[in-house]
T-cell receptor
């Protein structure tokens, strides 16, 4: 069973479109994250949710809106996509008080 | 703010040892990690160390931590071509704070 799964794995879309990336974890963790990895492979935190509550929102355009319907899911919706949004987006989860953070396989978003 | 620095490239011959270095600035870092990313793949947790430890060994991997200098290293013994990947150093304060990553070190293993 995949611990942290993201869909889709690849997403190609035109500028101006709205798209969503879904993430689910079956580890029972209480905290989930979205990270962005740019073309130079640099990884930056975007959002962090603990028990469905937003606890970290880094400097991210408000076109990006995370939604956590329950503790096991953290979806990322992006409005009015721009070329600069092209990147690999990673979802991750961890449990408060625990050491490990587990990552999904990433969603490669290409905006054309 | 927190910062994690790594050299971007390392090239070694197959069978040699690889040492990947990392420095961090956050003195409240509790956990320090090494992740591996193969081409087109996700992030695989290799190992981690608590800030109150100096060393951790796991098969071919040895992690050394110098807390005074805020320096972390990952040594891979008997490096193989399958070890070619990007290695990310990361730190975090506590169990539900996000990881802060370095820019990654691209390890190339020459046969």
């Amino acid at each position: 069973d995949t611990a942290v799964s993201q869909t889709p794995k690849y997403l190609v879309t035109q500028m101006g479109n709205d798209k969503s990336i879904k993430c689910e974890q079956n580890l029972g963790h209480d905290t989930m994250y979205w990270y962005k990895q740019d073309s130079k492979k640099f990884l930056k935190i975007m959002f962090s949710y603990n028990n469905k509550e937003l606890i970290i929102n880094e400097t991210v355009p408000n076109r990006f809106s995370p939604k956590s319907p329950d503790k096991a899911h953290l979806n990322l919706h992006i409005n009015s996509l721009e070329l600069g949004d092209s990147a690999v987006y990673f979802c991750a989860s961890s449990q408060s008080g625990s050491t490990e953070a587990f990552f999904g396989q990433g969603t490669r978003l290409t905006v054309v | 703010g927190e910062d994690v620095e790594q050299s971007l490239f390392l090239s070694v011959r197959e069978g040699d040892s690889s040492v990947i270095n990392c420095t961090y600035t956050d003195s409240s870092s509790t956990y320090l990690y090494w992740y591996k990313q193969e081409p087109g793949a996700g992030l695989q947790l290799l190992t981690y160390i608590f800030s109150n430890m100096d060393m951790k060994q796991d098969q071919r991997l040895t992690v050394l931590l110098n807390k005074k200098d805020k320096h972390l290293s990952l040594r891979i013994a008997d490096t193989q071509t399958g070890d070619s990947a990007i290695y990310f150093c990361a730190e975090r304060d506590s169990g539900n704070t996000p990881l802060v990553f370095g820019k990654g070190t691209r390890l190339s293993v020459i046969a």
